[in-house]
C-alpha cells in the first residue's frame, strides 16, 4: 500500500551510490555502462528544457497480474535551479481515463499500468511525465532499518493500531522500519487519505536528509538486493547519476511537496458506480501545478534568449 512509495526516496539514494561505484569500476576497465530498462510499457517524451518528472508508485503486490497503487506522486528535478518537488496525487480523483471513461485516479494503473496513468495525467492535469519508478514495499522495513538503523524521528498526534496491524503510541518518538510503515499506511482518523499523503510527504522529507549524510557503500551488496527485488524503473543511468550528484552533494536535500488537488479546489461527492470520490477543479489544479513547478517557466525564458 502507500507505505511502499518511501522505497523509492532509499533506493534512489541507494541506486545512485551504487552506479556511481560501478561507473568507477567500468571506467577503470574501459567498459561502458548499459542502459537501465523497466520491466513496462512507457512512452514518456524528454522535453527541450531538460526538467525532469517521474512518476513515483507504491504497488501492494499479491502475486495477481496487475496489481494495485494507493500511492501516486510526481518527482520534478530541474537542473537548472537543482530543486527537486513532489507532487502527491490523491487516488480518489474522479478522472478521464482514456477509452475507460470516468474513474477514480488510481483505477488507470488497474486498467493499463503506468503507461495509462501517465496518459490520463497529462490528459487531466497537462503534466508531462518522463520516467516512472514503481516500488513494493515488501522491503521496506529491511531497507530502512540497513540505512537508517536509528529510525526517523516523527511526532505521532494520535494513537494508530485500526488497520496496520500494531499500535503506534501518541507523541515524539524514533520509529524503525515496521513502525514507520504502519505510520504512513495510516488512514483511519478525521483526515483519511489526506493526514496519509500528509505523513508520506513528511518521512520521505525526513528520510532524504538522514540518508544523504550516510556513506552507505559498504552496504551496497544489501542495497543491490533490495533494488533488485522491490524497485522496477526505467531511469537511464546518466539520468540517475545527474539527479543523484545533487542529492549526494546536497544541492537538493530539501525537498518541496504539494498535493493535488489543492485546498479549496474539490468536492467530497459519493458516485454511484465509483463510490466515495473526489470531484475535482481542474483549470484551478492545472494553474496551481504550474505555479508550483514555475522554475520551469524560467528555464522556458533562458531556452527562448538563446
Do not use: C, W
Request: aromatic residues 6%.
Amino acid at each position: 500500500m502507500v507505505g511502499s512509495l518511501l522505497l523509492i526516496g532509499i533506493f534512489m539514494i541507494g541506486l545512485v551510490q551504487l552506479f556511481q561505484y560501478i561507473e568507477g569500476t567500468m571506467n577503470t576497465l574501459n567498459q561502458p555502462l548499459k542502459k537501465t530498462e523497466g520491466k513496462q510499457t512507457f512512452q514518456g517524451e524528454k522535453n527541450k528544457l531538460g526538467t525532469i518528472n517521474v512518476l513515483l508508485l507504491g504497488s501492494d503486490s499479491r502475486g495477481e497480474k496487475q496489481a494495485r497503487t494507493d500511492t501516486i506522486m510526481v518527482a520534478h528535478y530541474d537542473p537548472k535551479t537543482h530543486k527537486i518537488k513532489l507532487i502527491s496525487l490523491m487516488r480518489d480523483m474522479m478522472v478521464s481515463v482514456p477509452e475507460h471513461g470516468q474513474q477514480k485516479l488510481n483505477a488507470a494503473y488497474s486498467f493499463g499500468g503506468p503507461e495509462l496513468l501517465r496518459e490520463t495525467i497529462k490528459e487531466n492535469f497537462g503534466l508531462d511525465i518522463q520516467y516512472y519508478a514503481i516500488v513494493d514495499f515488501k522491503g521496506f522495513e529491511k531497507a530502512i532499518d540497513l540505512l537508517v538503523p536509528n529510525g526517523i524521528e516523527v511526532d505521532v498526534p494520535n494513537e494508530m493500531s485500526h488497520g496496520i496491524d500494531m499500535t503506534i503510541e501518541k507523541g515524539k518518538q524514533q520509529l524503525h522500519g515496521k513502525e514507520l510503515l504502519g505510520y504512513v499506511r495510516f488512514r483511519h482518523d478525521r483526515l483519511s487519505d489526506f493526514g496519509r499523503v500528509q505523513r508520506q510527504q513528511e518521512v520521505i522529507s525526513k528520510l532524504m536528509k538522514e540518508a544523504v549524510s550516510l556513506n552507505s557503500v559498504v552496504k551496497l551488496p544489501k542495497l543491490v538486493g533490495l533494488i533488485n527485488k522491490y524497485i522496477d524503473t526505467n531511469i537511464d543511468t546518466s539520468t540517475l547519476l545527474t539527479i543523484g550528484t545533487d542529492i549526494l552533494t546536497k544541492k537538493s536535500s530539501n525537498i518541496e511537496t504539494f498535493r493535488i488537488p489543492e485546498d479549496g479546489s474539490f468536492q467530497n461527492k459519493r458516485d454511484e458506480e465509483l463510490g466515495e470520490v473526489l470531484e475535482v477543479d481542474f483549470d484551478q489544479n492545472i494553474e496551481a501545478i504550474h505555479h508550483f513547478l514555475e522554475e520551469k517557466s524560467v528555464a522556458q525564458k533562458e531556452e527562448q534568449k538563446e
